[in-house]
Structures are given as structure tokens and as C-alpha cells.
């Protein structure tokens, strides 16, 4: 098969800028689904993803389309819209010829649509300008259109008027996929060489890999072997997402498509690997893919120590989905035996901390997220540090950096003056600012990632009434004045307490994770000194008072059933939460210490 | 179930007399204004309850009787006889006999007859000997009855007196609690209960603290008035054996040890508990309704629940526990079959290195530090 008919694009947009509610469109337009089984954002297949209304996971459905006689086959690869997943953004343009760039009329451009349209660029992917929401009262479509030329350099007459909600102008829309997109390259009388670029796990037939054939093709049956891993495996079944499973004998140069192939478990493969023909493979895999780079960690730490092979099923059920997540055993010397967690941010952490409590039945406690560090040791090695708790001694460190980010923030102007006040307080630096229009502006600073990570988003919201957006990519690690708070809770130092921040503000944060910690751990049969150190010197002390009276007056005959149920329901309370010596911590107070506002 | 050899098990009786002249705010038993029911006919059915649990088990011994309430000093004197004078056919030499008074509610003569009938001791719900707290609580007593009927029941030769007290009132002050506990001592009576006020459920007493009318006792003058009574009674000779509970050497209440050993007892009248056979029954709440009952030879059991060999050994602990003698490791193990030291052998160990539990070859107990927060420990003794 040619692939002079095939176009692979994506939809990339800026969060509820209507990007699931095109595909939909699309999707019916093109006869994929009819009405009776079209569900709101039919991309959107886990629960999570549509109760937040983003969506996680890249999805590819294929579909066909008239045009000027001809049957066109139109690979649509769903990409994720937020902040945390540039790596899954970047995987799925990758897969693509083209992306459509949409922007709500209303909204404007957006912190997202500015880091997307960089990212389909980066991956080589033709840009098409999609304006929609314009049937609404409060669309500015020329302003917008004057923006996105401004930004992003595509010219405003070029962009497309549509309406994702009614339909209008998307058949127009998909005239220009097929006649602006280019078609993929025809490699087929090359070597196999296929893409992995998303997976995920079916109970029942194992992994299901995502792939994007660029030369030769894949057949029923065909024995292929994961270039990186070297593991072979026999092809039971071949399809495409129609957007059903629908099996296929072959996947050609230029489709995309799904594998099956025996795999049984995700840690069989590598998502970028690429499949090639056993018996005659290709000289040297697909470049392009870097292995998802994981900004944010935090230890996951089972409630009760027997639960430690159930978080782990868990985590490696987890991970069958989430390809961009990574889990490694961890011992604390105050919690015991558990698991370092990487995530591409807080967002993608909150979503895999909620599908563990969905998914599983499991007490979890778990640690402060930090960002992850290097340090120069004295005797010149490079250390990759991912907890507070692994910093090495003072005495050994030669230098410790940390993670920078250019971040992006897009707001209004009569807000510029709160911004820069929260970002100035966060150890940012204004690199510039950029007019969008009269009233709208975008600021560019360069901060540590430390800085950003963890309530700066809220803030900035707070700040300007929900209306700014923010957006950051990683730039790379800088030398920091950087120090390690240590608390000590009951005279023993808790490892998973501390953190690491900047040496100006360090005793003020010092004072206020006593505050915070006194508050969140409950009172206990005794007296708890807490005390901060900094450089193993103590700078402040707080204490947790013990209760003082907690007993039943009376108990005789008639209260027993009723008295035990109280003292069980007590136990449960305390079995909630992790013990460190003889003091139970609640789950809150390991978060508690990164909430710095006053 | 029953031995062959029809061996009689050591048991307690208990009798729940739901009424009260009035009701006080605080209170959370089960009773009802007098006047509102007609006595002679809930004796009756009490009665019949005792006549029919009898019979379906005639293997057990009422070693200890207790008749409480409510106040069953606000039964007309007849009604109180019969009943008395029921059970003791049915059980005719008790190792005690305990009926609960009000000390507004009885007279020398009455106290006579009690005793002529066979009750061997009387348990007086002072209180409080500061009449404002008297007044707080709803008590419609005065501070001279409590002398006067702790008086009376020594001429009629009680020479087994226990004094019921609440602390932490709110209000209430150091120093007026020892001046209660002082009084108490100084009527001579052979036992003291204390209880710190507790806010039971759907009282009006909780509800107006809810409502923010009332602010309770702050945690640290409760705890200092507790630790008052032990240092008080103790210097005054008296023997803590339970966490609420005071007596000269020999007057332990053997009734209340009963539920402590988690012995069985009987419970008869409304609301009353059973713990029997290895179920824990608790009887119909309203005094119409279980009347009704028994009069139509209907079930009179509102909740049962019969606790596996885990929760009896569970129970058993923490009811142990409450006393100052705690877990005897032998009793235990022939009780409940389980080795106490093994079975809670991490609360133990960690308790032990606070100093809040107590071991010897023989026993296992709650330290004089941890009585005052002895529910914090004990929960961990409520599941395994």
C-alpha cells in the first residue's frame, strides 16, 4: 500500500481548549462512531482522566475520509494536555506528520499552546492553526488569530475557523489534513522498523504496544524482535483502533496501529524500542525517543510493613500503564521498606497517588515530593540525588545543583505587578516579557524547578483569579547556595522529613516545618521534642504536649460490645499512620512541611 | 454446653430498675419518669424475665446481685420487696447483695427492711458534696441526704456503704473536689466509685456543650483532679482496684469484678446487658415494649453478638486491664485459652519500655501513669 493516502496528525491544545471534543467531531464526521456509541471524549478511557477532564494517555484511532474521489486513511494520535506531560506530548507528535494547533477563541493563546507548538516543531511536525469556539458570544477570533501569528508565527490567515461543540468548519479542517499534511514517507522495501510509543496492559491479552510502522511492514504471525531489549516474541494479533480493536493481517509503512505479541508484563519492554524483523532486521533502531525524564520524587512507603509485596504488585500494575512513571525499591532507616517514585510532575504524581487508592487497597504513606539534584562530591564524582535523605555529608560535597526550568507564565496585565512578586519570593528570574495583545502579556522566567514545583501553580491562580497559565521545560542544573534541613522528631532524626531549599531562606522554612509538624502529629501518651537542624546544628525547638486524661470512667456489664468498638476504632486511627520510634505520624505531616505560607 | 455433671458456673445478676424521679441532664442509662408507668407491672414482667432465663439455664450460680437503674429507691417500697424477696427464693445466699440508692429517696426504715431481706450492700449515688455542682447535674438531693442516708443505712446495719462521686463538673474546682472526696472519707463508708463526668451521647448535658452553653473541665484540671483522688483516697486508706474504683481492703464490689473478670452475668429488665452462654445480649430499650414481651412470651433481645475466641480473649484483656491487678496470665490462659503475654506481645513490649504497662511471672498490668490515659493502651489490647 501507498502511503500517499495516509496522513498521521495530532490534536495538541492548551487544556479545555476543545481538543477532546474535535477528535469527537472528527471521529463522527469520518463515520468512526456513530451517535448511539459516541460518549463525551471517547479518548479519554480512564476514569481519572475524564473526571479531571485532561486526558493522560496518548490514544490513536484510525479512520477513513473522502477526498476529491479518493479514500484517505487518517491516523488521529490523541496527546495529553498538561503541564506535566511533555514527554507523552512529544512521544505522540513524533508518531505524526502533522499537528493541528487548536486555540479557543475565547481563551486566547494559552502557556500550553506556546509549549506545544514548540514541542510539534522540535519533532519536525507541520503546524495547521485551528481557532475554535467561535460560534460563542465571547469569541475573539481575529485577536486570537493576531496572537498566534504573533507567537507562534503562523500566519492569521492560514488558521481555521471551526466550532468543535457544533461541527463547523471541521470538514474543512479535515480538507486540510489531507491536502496540507504531508503523507508519511513510503519505506516499505526497507527493513521492519516500527515504533513503540505507548502501551498499555488488557488483563487478558497482555501488553497492547502502540506503534507507528515507518519502513517495511509488520504481519500476523511474523516473528519481531524489541531492538533495544533483543527480546523476540511472535505476533498473535495486529489492528488498528477503529476506535475499537479492530484486527488487521498487516500494518504497512506510514500506518499506526496496535501489537500483540505475548508480552505479558511492561517491564518486557521499552516504550521508544523498536520493532524489527527477526530474520532480517534493520541496521539500527528509530532515533528520536528520550526516555521520559522524571522531575519530581517522592517515597511510597506501605501503612502496615506486610503490605510491602502488594505496593509492589500495585506499583508495577501501575507502571503497565504509565510508561513515563518509575518505582525503585527504597529502605528508610524511620519508615521502613518502600519505594522511590518518579514523576514528570505533581500533577502526574497526584494522579498515580489516586489510582493507587482507587486501584488497591493499600495504606499508604508517603513522603514530601522533591525535585532531584546533582552534587559534586570532593573526590570529583556526580551523584544524581533524588531525596533530601541521600545527600551526602556536607564535608563531601564539592558542589550541589539543582534543576532549572524556563517557565512560561501568560497572563493579564493588571496582574503582572502579583506575579512578579510571587515569582521574585520563589528566586525567579524575569528573562522577558511579551505583549500578546493590549491587555494580555507573556513572561518568561528562569526558575528552579524546587521553587515551582509544589504550590506555585495554586498561587498563581490565586493571584490572578484563575486567569494566568504557566507552562515550564527543563533547562538544565545549576549550582545552588543550596542547604538540608534535618527534623528530629522524639531525638531521632526522621530522613523522610527532610528537605532541601536555599540557604536565605532555610531557617525561616526550618521554623515554619516545626510549626507545621506540631500541628499535623497528634498528641501522644508523652511529650515529643521536635527540633530542626541545620548543618547538625539545632536552630529551634518545638514540643508536642501529651494528652493528659483519655480514659473511659466506666465500663461495667451493659457497655462492653459498645466500649470495644470505640477502643478498635481508636487502634484504627493510630494504624493510619507510620511509626518512627515510639511516634505515630499521620500521612499530612510528611506533606505539611512544604506548605510555606505563613 | 453444660457439663453432665451439672457443675454450677460462677455468675452475676443484674437488675435494671429504669426509673428515676427525674432524669439528670448528664446521665445515659436507660430510664423514665415514675409517674409516667405503672411499677408493679414492670416488676412483674421483670420477674417473669428472671422465672424464664432460670429455667433455660439452671446451671449457674448468681454469686454477686445488683439491683441499679435509674434509682430503684423511687420504687414504692412494696414493689422493691417482691423483687428482692424473688430473687433471693431463687438464690438464697449471695456473697453480696448490692441494691442502688438515692440518698434522697431512703429511710431508715426502708434501709431496715433491705437488709432484713437480704441486701448486704448499698451503693449511694452522692456525687458531690457541693450543692451548686448538685445543682448543675440535676441531682434533686441535697448535700445533708448523703449524711443522713450513709447514717441511716448504718443503723440498719449495712456495714458494706458505697459512695458514688463525678468530677470534673464543669465548674467544679479543685478544691471543691476535695472537699467532696474529704466528705465522702469522713462519712466512713467502705467505698469509693469516682467517675470524671462523661458526656454521653444524645444527653441534654452533651447537647448544651455542642451548643456551646457549657464548657467542660479543661483536660489538665481533670487530669489533676484524678490523680487528687487516688493520692486522697489512698491516704485515707483506701485501696484502688479498679480505674474508677476505691475500697477499704475487703470491700471491693465483687459484683463489678464479676464484669472485670469478663465473668458471665445475667442482665434483667430493660436495657439491661447479658453476657451469657458466650453472647452478649443487650434487652429492649422502652419500658413498654419490653413489658409487651414479655407479656406475650416475645423476644425481649434488641442486639446479641457472640464474640469469636479472639474477641473474648480481646475483651477479656481490657476488662483485666482496668484493674489494678490486671491480667492474671493463669486465669487468663484457662479462660480464654490464649497466652496473653504472646498474643499482645507488641503493645506489651512497646508499653513497657514507656512505662505505661507492668509485667511479672504472673501478671500484666496498666502502671499508676497510665491510668489516666489508659484508653490510649488499652486500644491496642481491642483487636490483635
Given at each position: ?6 496522513r ?33 471524549q ?27 474521489g ?60 485551528v ?29 481555521f ?27 516499505s ?30 504481519n ?136 493507587l ?112 497559565t ?14 538540608k ?18 540557604r ?10 516545626l ?42 456489664g ?36 512544604l506548605?510555606?505560607?505563613? | 454446653?453444660n457439663?453432665k ?31 409516667n ?23 449457674f ?42 440518698p ?8 431496715s ?23 448543675f ?29 463525678i ?19 469522713d ?6 466509685s ?30 489533676q483532679?484524678?490523680?487528687m ?7 485515707a ?84 486491664l ?25 503493645p506489651?513490649?512497646r ?34
Amino acid at each position: 500500500m501507498s502511503t500517499e493516502l495516509i496522513r498521521n496528525f495530532s490534536i495538541i491544545a492548551h487544556i479545555d481548549h476543545g481538543k477532546s471534543t474535535l477528535a469527537d467531531r472528527i471521529m463522527e464526521l469520518t463515520g468512526a462512531v456513530s451517535d448511539r456509541e459516541k460518549k463525551d471524549q471517547l479518548l479519554d478511557d480512564m476514569d481519572i482522566e475524564r473526571e479531571r477532564g485532561i486526558t493522560i494517555k496518548a490514544s490513536a484511532v484510525t479512520m477513513n475520509y473522502e477526498h476529491g474521489g479518493k479514500t484517505y486513511m487518517l491516523n488521529l494520535i490523541d496527546t495529553p494536555g498538561h503541564v506535566d506531560f511533555h514527554y507523552e506530548v512529544s512521544r505522540a507528535l513524533t508518531a505524526c506528520e502533522g499537528a493541528l494547533l487548536v486555540v479557543d477563541a475565547t481563551q486566547g493563546v494559552q502557556a500550553q499552546t506556546v509549549a506545544n507548538a514548540y514541542l510539534a516543531t522540535e519533532a519536525g511536525a507541520e503546524i495547521i492553526g485551528v481557532i475554535n469556539k467561535v460560534d460563542l458570544p465571547s469569541a475573539q477570533p481575529d485577536i486570537t488569530a493576531e496572537e498566534i501569528e504573533h507567537v507562534l508565527g503562523i500566519r492569521k490567515q492560514d488558521c481555521f475557523h471551526i466550532s468543535a461543540k457544533t461541527g463547523m468548519g471541521v470538514h474543512e479542517l479535515l480538507d486540510a489534513v489531507v491536502t496540507l499534511l504531508p503523507p508519511p514517507p513510503d519505506n516499505s522495501d526497507k527493513p521492519t522498523a516500527a515504533l513503540v510509543f505507548d502501551s498499555e496492559c488488557d488483563a487478558y491479552r497482555g501488553v497492547i504496544c502502540y506503534v507507528r510502522v515507518f519502513s517495511g511492514e509488520l504481519n500476523i504471525k511474523q516473528k519481531i524482535r524489541f531492538m533495544g531489549t533483543g527480546r523476540t516474541h511472535l505476533i498473535t494479533e495486529l489492528g488498528k483502533f477503529t476506535p475499537k480493536m479492530s484486527p488487521v493481517e498487516r500494518l504497512s509503512a506510514g500506518e499506526v496501529g496496535y501489537v500483540i505479541a505475548n508480552v505479558r508484563q511492561l517491564s518486557d519492554i521499552t516504550i521508544g524500542d523498536t520493532i524489527t524483523d527477526d530474520a532480517s532486521p534493520a541496521e539500527k533502531p528509530l532515533p528520536g525517543y528520550v526516555p521520559p525524564m522524571q522531575m519530581v520524587f517522592s517515597d511510597f512507603y506501605p501503612g502496615n510493613n506486610t503490605d510491602y509485596p502488594n505496593l509492589r504488585l500495585a506499583f508495577e500494575k501501575l507502571a503497565l500503564n504509565d510508561a513515563s512513571f518509575s518505582f525503585i525499591p527504597q529502605n528508610s532507616p524511620a519508615l521502613g521498606f518502600g519505594f522511590r517514585c518518579g514523576f514528570l510532575g505533581l500533577l502526574h504524581m497526584e494522579i498515580v497517588q489516586e489510582r493507587l487508592e482507587r486501584e488497591n487497597d493499600i495504606d499508604v504513606v508517603q513522603t514530601a515530593p522533591t525535585v532531584s539534584y546533582e552534587v559534586i562530591t570532593t573526590d570529583g564524582r556526580t551523584l544524581k540525588i533524588d531525596s533530601p535523605a541521600d545527600l551526602p555529608d556536607v564535608t563531601q560535597i564539592e558542589e550541589l545543583r539543582e534543576p532549572y526550568v524556563r517557565l512560561e507564565i501568560i497572563t493579564t496585565t493588571d496582574t503582572i505587578g502579583g506575579i512578579m512578586q510571587l515569582s521574585e519570593s520563589r528566586r525567579c528570574k524575569l528573562i522577558k516579557t511579551d505583549y500578546l495583545s493590549q491587555n494580555r502579556v507573556m513572561m518568561q522566567y528562569k526558575a528552579p524547578l524546587a521553587e515551582i514545583v509544589y504550590d506555585f501553580y495554586d498561587l498563581l491562580k490565586g493571584i490572578s483569579h484563575g486567569y494566568a497559565t504557566m507552562d515550564y521545560e527543563f533547562t538544565g542544573f545549576e549550582v545552588g547556595d543550596l542547604v538540608k534541613i534535618n527534623i528530629l522528631v522524639n531525638k531521632i532524626p526522621v530522613d523522610a522529613l527532610s528537605l532541601i531549599v536555599h540557604r536565605s531562606t532555610a531557617e525561616n522554612r526550618g521554623r515554619k516545618m516545626l510549626v507545621r509538624l506540631r500541628k499535623a502529629i497528634p498528641r501522644h501518651q508523652f511529650e515529643i521534642p521536635l527540633q530542626v537542624a541545620i548543618g547538625g546544628k539545632i536552630i529551634a525547638r518545638e514540643s508536642i504536649k501529651p494528652f493528659r486524661k483519655d480514659v473511659t470512667a466506666k465500663l461495667y456489664g451493659g457497655d462492653v460490645t459498645r466500649k470495644m468498638k470505640v477502643l478498635k476504632r481508636q487502634r484504627e486511627g493510630k494504624k493510619r499512620m507510620k511509626n518512627i520510634g515510639a511516634v505515630q505520624i499521620p500521612q499530612d505531616a510528611f506533606m505539611s512541611i512544604l506548605d510555606s505560607s505563613d | 454446653m453444660n457439663s453432665k455433671k451439672h457443675d454450677f458456673k460462677p455468675a452475676g445478676l443484674y437488675v435494671h430498675i429504669p426509673f428515676c424521679q427525674t432524669k439528670c441532664r448528664y446521665c445515659g442509662f436507660y430510664s423514665e419518669p415514675i409517674k409516667n408507668h405503672a411499677p408493679q407491672r414492670l416488676i412483674s414482667a421483670i420477674i417473669t424475665e428472671l422465672t424464664e432465663k432460670r429455667g433455660q439455664e439452671p446451671f449457674f450460680a448468681y454469686q454477686t446481685i445488683y439491683i441499679g437503674g435509674g434509682s430503684p429507691s423511687c420504687l414504692p417500697a412494696k414493689q422493691l420487696l417482691r423483687l428482692i424477696g424473688e430473687i433471693t427464693s431463687r438464690c438464697p445466699k449471695p456473697e453480696e447483695f448490692t441494691v442502688e440508692v438515692n440518698p434522697g429517696q431512703v429511710s431508715k426504715d426502708i434501709l431496715s427492711q433491705l437488709r432484713a431481706a437480704g441486701v448486704t450492700r448499698i451503693s449511694i449515688g452522692a456525687q458531690s458534696f457541693a450543692s451548686e455542682e448538685l445543682t448543675f447535674l440535676g441531682r434533686k438531693h441535697s448535700v445533708a441526704d448523703i449524711g443522713r442516708a450513709v447514717r441511716s443505712a448504718k443503723k440498719a446495719s449495712f456495714d458494706n456503704i458505697g459512695i458514688d462521686l463525678i468530677f470534673a463538673i464543669p465548674h467544679s474546682t479543685l478544691e471543691s473536689w476535695k472537699y467532696s472526696l474529704r466528705s465522702a472519707i469522713d462519712l466512713g463508708v467502705q467505698h469509693i466509685s469516682a467517675y470524671a463526668l462523661t458526656y454521653e451521647e444524645q444527653t441534654p448535658l452533651q447537647k448544651a456543650v455542642e451548643a456551646g452553653e457549657v464548657k467542660p473541665v479543661d483536660e489538665e484540671t481533670d487530669r489533676q483532679m484524678y490523680d487528687m483522688t487516688i493520692d486522697e483516697l489512698e491516704k485515707a486508706g483506701f485501696k484502688q482496684y479498679e480505674i474508677s474504683n476505691f475500697s477499704k481492703p475487703g470491700f471491693e464490689c465483687r459484683h463489678n469484678l464479676n464484669y472485670w473478670a469478663n465473668n458471665p452475668y445475667l442482665g434483667i429488665g430493660p436495657a439491661a446487658g447479658s453476657y451469657w452462654n458466650g453472647k452478649r445480649t443487650l434487652n429492649i430499650a422502652d419500658i413498654k415494649k419490653y413489658i409487651e414481651a414479655i407479656e406475650q412470651r416475645k423476644n425481649v433481645i434488641a442486639e446479641s453478638e457472640t464474640p469469636d475466641n479472639i474477641q473474648v480473649a480481646c475483651e477479656t484483656a481490657v476488662l483485666n486491664l482496668r484493674r489494678r491487678c490486671g491480667i492474671i496470665l493463669d486465669e487468663f490462659k484457662k479462660q480464654t485459652g490464649f497466652d496473653a503475654a504472646k498474643l499482645f506481645a507488641e503493645p506489651i513490649g512497646r508499653y513497657k519500655k514507656l512505662g505505661l504497662i507492668r509485667t511479672t511471672s504472673k501478671r500484666l498490668c496498666l502502671t499508676r501513669k497510665a491510668l489516666p490515659i489508659a484508653d490510649s493502651v488499652l486500644c491496642d489490647f481491642s483487636t490483635t
